[in-house]
């Protein structure tokens, strides 16, 4: 069956099909599950259906739009698959003003990005390894980088608040380590010394100012991370105190400029395999008649998308968005033109989009809005799509299990698998649940809840057993 045929069945049957009569203890339980007093005052939206024939088992406003946080992340990788395939890879380039000569040497490195949002200093040194081998042995000139696939917008403007935190990383077309890094800080031996501070990577691009201590066992833990942009480098400042005796903290940020950050790491890999540069590392554009030393190949989109809805990846979410809009226009990828051809691989699969405000690709922009009916419809076209729904299903998180919902629902570990979502009162959980009677499909969103941030996934994870037939379940021989 093809994708639209397919999706206009599941449409159909989400809207038609009335609730069996052996449903009721069911919807009682869920209804039960949502008058959990952690999402007391909140809006609740939730739709739960079977998942072989559409058939309803719970409603209550399916069609409300309301901020999904990382929910978002399956229209977007569902987008990414129909896109590109799951065997897609994306492609960094390394060329240079000319061919290494008999020494091995050449002028200018230049490194053009393609979109890779998975690049790592552990691939990084793949790629250099793979340059030694092809006769690379000196840089005389500098390495260029140029992530000119992107438009030159790090931070969408939707996102309220940027920080420097890891989960706000800026978005490139070359980045690294999904454009962050690595603070450790651990106490000295003795009260009254200065506190020890490692980065990871130890990259010379990143200058450490560490300006905590140590102080008696017992006194608080308050340390601060920081990072500000310098003239081409960026400054990691650690201030605050650890007591003695207390175990390493291990703090996570983003950097500022993606592209020379990534640089960075391939200039510190290029001299671990024994390849000398010389001259600065510099943004700039590939030359015209470069010569290619090497096309690196990433890991597969599979892989990729596994990474990104597992654990929720923003820097991923977005470049996936980018990259899916330079594909559809030719052009630079960006928030605009991502959007667009996100909204066009849903139309194409026949998803009815009534109700969806994108802004993003993460969910992490307070104004995006999606409805429980498209996300269930979304999940119901993967979980029957031969050519790209097993790489989505398996790449949601498993209750109790691994991802971000390995230390929850541990009621029911296995029985779900779900994309969790978490904003300041926002909330969600959607998914599958595996139930004696069959599976289900369900989305349940939360906006708005005072009772903190516990209470209401303890709610949501209470949906999510019921759904599992948590007693049936433990009934079973």
């Known amino acids: 069956m093809g994708s639209r045929p397919l999706a206009l069945a599941v449409s159909l049957a989400l809207g ?10 069911l919807q009682k339980r869920l209804a039960a599950a949502l008058e959990h007093p952690g999402l007391r005052g909140a809006r609740v939206a939730a739709l739960a259906v079977r998942a072989d024939d559409g058939a309803l088992l719970f409603a209550r406003s399916p069609d409300l739009p309301l901020a999904p946080a990382s929910n978002l992340k ?27 000569d008999a020494e091995g040497a ?19 040194w793949r790629l250099a390894a793979d340059l030694r081998r092809r006769g690379l042995r000196s840089v005389a000139h500098g390495l260029v980088v140029d992530d000119s696939a992107f438009d030159a917008q790090r931070w969408n403007a939707g996102w309220s608040g940027v920080s420097a935190r890891a989960y706000h990383a ?6 690294a380590n999904y454009g962050a890094f690595e603070v450790e800080v651990r106490p000295a031996a003795r009260a009254g010394q200065p506190a020890l501070a490692v980065l990871d990577p130890p990259v010379p691009y990143l200058r450490l100012l560490n300006r905590a201590r140590t102080r008696e066992a ?27 005796g207390a175990e390493p903290q291990s703090i996570w940020r983003s950097v500022a400029e993606p592209a020379l950050y990534a640089g960075a790491v391939l200039r510190m890999q290029l001299e671990a395999v024994g390849i000398r540069v010389e001259g600065a590392t510099r943004r700039g554009r590939v030359a015209d008649g470069a010569v290619e030393l090497l ?18 990846s923003n820097p991923v979410a977005e470049s996936l968005l980018k990259s899916m809009g330079r594909a559809a226009t030719g052009s630079p990828g960006s928030w605009d033109n991502g959007r667009q051809a996100l909204l066009a691989s849903l139309a194409r699969l026949g998803l009815d989009t009534a109700g969806l405000t994108l802004v993003d690709g993460s969910g992490l922009a307070t104004d995006d809005r999606v409805t429980p009916r498209i996300l269930v419809g979304a999940l119901r076209v993967a979980r029957a799509s031969f050519r790209f729904g097993p790489e989505l299903v398996t790449a949601l998180p498993i209750a109790g299990t691994d991802g971000t919902l390995e230390k929850r629902a541990l009621e029911i570990p296995g029985a779900v698998r779900a994309k969790t979502g978490l904003l300041d009162g926002v909330t969600g959980l959607s998914g599958f649940a595996e139930a004696p009677s069959g599976e289900r499909v369900f989305s349940v ?33």
Do not use: C
């Not at 038609?16 to 203890?25: E, Q, V």
């Not at 800026?170 to 980045?175: H, K, L, M, Q, V």
């Open 16 to 25: 038609l099909l009335a609730p069996s009569a052996g449903a009721a203890d």
């Open 106 to 124: 050449v002028g200018v490195l230049m490194v053009e990005g393609g979109g890779d949002p998975a690049l790592t200093s552990e691939q990084l």
């Open 445 to 477: 969103l939360v906006n708005g809840y005072t009772g903190g941030d516990e209470a209401a996934m303890a709610a949501l994870d209470g949906f999510a057993a019921a759904l599992a037939d948590q007693e049936d379940r433990r009934s079973r021989p």
């Open 218 to 244: 017992g006194t608080p833990l308050k340390l601060v991370v920081e990072r500000a942009a310098g003239n081409g480098d960026e400054q990691v400042r650690v201030e605050g105190a650890l007591p003695a």
């Open 74 to 100: 399956i229209l977007t990788a569902l987008a990414a698959l129909e896109t590109f395939g799951p065997a897609h890879v994306f492609t960094t380039r390394v060329l240079a003003d000319r061919a290494p």
């Open 295 to 312: 096309a690196f190949e990433g890991y597969p989109l599979a892989r990729i998308v596994s990474l990104f809805v597992k654990y929720s």
């Open 170 to 175: 800026p978005i490139g077309a070359f980045s």
